[in-house]
């Protein structure tokens, strides 16, 4: 008989079936009479219970089916006596695949603490809460494509290696093929770049836009799911250096048909997550809810992560300006009281995640759409407002993250582009091709990047980003 799923048995009625299941111990009680195996497959939450009796199940194989042992078991589906599960397995064969021996194994049956396990995250996602963390973040990631294709946008695969640099601002990795410890030396005896990417320098990339809105001037509708880069060297619960950013890019589309698409689509994943990870969410409601309690009360987060989900679904985002946002934080008390580690004083700063989530969580206790910032503080390509001093960007700000999605309307007017390029020593020249599409057949355009861990972030309520990402690659960490 073929194996079945963990994730089948729950679902479906096998009573009185024989089957097989392959998966690893979780734990196991064991008296005189019988033992009980908890099993996972990594299909579901669940841990299946297996019942073996000693008289028919091999003294052996009972004694090496211990915690993170991997078995095959065959046996026959019954109605389960106790409380909790539906049905239970009676194992007529327990046959070991793995063993895993106790004296070694790092995860034993008790509650281990994050950091620990983020020093295993070879073997961490063979736990409940990062099966559940990696369930989750497959079906946002499956909801992202089905949202977007649902809407007639095309998945476009924008460059990894780029000769530019978007708005890297310093924060890029350079590629290279030169041997850092052998680097060539010119007659200068200075270092010899010309072997770097077939003699061009290049960076790994930061985002995908610029190429994106490339193709939006032909497709119209596309959006980008891939890896971005950033050499963040600072060590925060929001930053990672390999980030993965979702990054739709639409023609003829303005400021606010920009807002609405970014807000029906964040509400869109997040419920699909809410219908589809029902088990694994609940799991993380209650280990988020523990993880709460150990919070000072004050910094307690009045809502659980279920009804946080619920709530951003179910009602509208603010909107308002970065000048409203400002004269909110310039008068608040706790602005007053010197709360902010960065106190406001003055329009034309930009946001630290404190003010965000100050605004978020203490003012408008919802999600927050803040628009035209000033110019001075945002990336060129973005379109100018008629008052000369704000482009029309927008950020969305999460209860709990902060920035989340980043975007704005583009600047399609090719003068006003190519002054504001010079004013920020942008080489024109070199970004020919980008003009172009402002040269040919220019029109009103707009995006935005999510940022996905962020996203899985919220969903899973994690409250670190390390914890979202199966092998988080930030300072110190680049093997697994
Ligand atoms: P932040 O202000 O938090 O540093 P940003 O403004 O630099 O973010 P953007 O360039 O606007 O980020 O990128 C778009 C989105 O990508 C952000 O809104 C955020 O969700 C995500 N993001 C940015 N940097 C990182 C990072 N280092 N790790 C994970 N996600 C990131
Ligand atoms: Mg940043
Ligand atoms: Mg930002
Ligand atoms: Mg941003």
């Known amino acids: 008989n073929k194996r079945v799923k963990i994730k089948e048995l729950l679902e479906k009625d096998f009573i009185d079936q024989d089957v097989t299941v392959m998966g690893w111990v979780r734990t196991k009680r064991s008296n ?18 297996i019942v073996a009796d000693p008289n028919s199940i091999s003294e052996e194989s009972l004694k090496r089916a211990t915690t993170g042992a991997c078995l095959k078991v065959k046996g026959r589906v019954v109605t389960s006596q106790g409380a909790g599960q539906q049905s239970e397995l009676v194992a007529e064969l327990v046959e070991i695949l793995g063993d895993a021996d106790p004296e070694k194994y790092p995860l034993q049956p008790k509650k281990h603490s994050l950091e620990f396990l983020r020093e295993i995250a070879h073997l961490r996602i063979r736990t409940n809460t990062f099966g559940a963390v990696f369930r989750v973040r497959h079906a946002l990631a499956f909801a992202v494509h089905k949202y977007f294709n649902e809407k007639g946008f095309f998945y476009i695969h924008t460059p990894i290696i780029t000769a530019s640099d978007a708005e890297g601002a310093g924060e890029t990795f350079k590629v290279t093929t030169l041997d850092l410890k052998n680097l060539p030396l010119n007659e200068e005896g200075k270092i010899d770049f010309g072997s770097d990417f077939f003699e061009r320098e290049t960076n790994l990339t930061v985002s995908g836009q610029l190429e994106g809105e490339l193709a939006a001037m032909g497709l119209a509708e596309i959006y980008t799911f891939g890896p971005t880069f950033r050499a963040e060297n600072s060590n925060t619960t929001r930053h990672l250096a390999e980030f993965w950013m979702i990054e739709p890019e639409m023609a003829f589309y303005d400021a606010e048909d920009n807002q609405n698409l970014a807000e029906d689509f964040l509400k869109y994943i997040i419920s699909y997550a809410l219908e589809n990870c029902k088990d694994d969410l609940e799991f993380l409601d209650k280990r988020a ?45 706790h602005n007053k009281k010197k709360k902010f580690q960065y106190l406001i004083e003055e329009w034309g700063v930009d946001l630290q995640s404190e003010h965000e989530r ?38 969305i700000l999460f209860p709990g993250i902060g920035e989340i999605v980043g975007g704005s309307q583009r600047e399609e007017r090719l003068e006003i582009l190519t002054n504001r390029m010079q004013e920020m020593a942008i080489p024109t020249e070199e970004m020919w091709w980008y003009l172009d599409t402002r040269r040919f057949g220019t029109t009103p355009h707009s995006g935005f990047g999510l940022g996905f861990e962020r996203m899985v972030q919220f969903v ?3 409250g670190n980003i390390r914890d979202v990402i199966a092998f988080p690659r930030t300072p110190g960490h680049a093997e697994f």
């Open 460 to 462: 899973t309520g994690m």
């Open 289 to 333: 809810a523990e993880e709460e309690n150990t919070k000072k009360a004050d910094q307690r987060s009045e809502l659980g992560l279920l009804e946080r989900l619920r709530f951003v679904v179910d009602n509208d985002f603010q909107r308002l300006t970065y000048t409203e946002a400002i004269d909110i934080l310039k008068n608040s008390n």
């Open 32 to 49: 005189k009479n019988v033992s009980f195996i908890a099993l996972n497959d990594g299909s579901s939450i669940t841990n299946y219970q």
């Open 358 to 395: 100050y605004l978020v969580e203490k003012h408008f206790k919802k999600p927050v759409i803040l628009m035209d910032y000033p110019k001075g503080i945002k990336a060129f390509y973005m379109r100018q407002n008629e008052d000369g001093k704000t482009v029309a960007a927008m950020d």
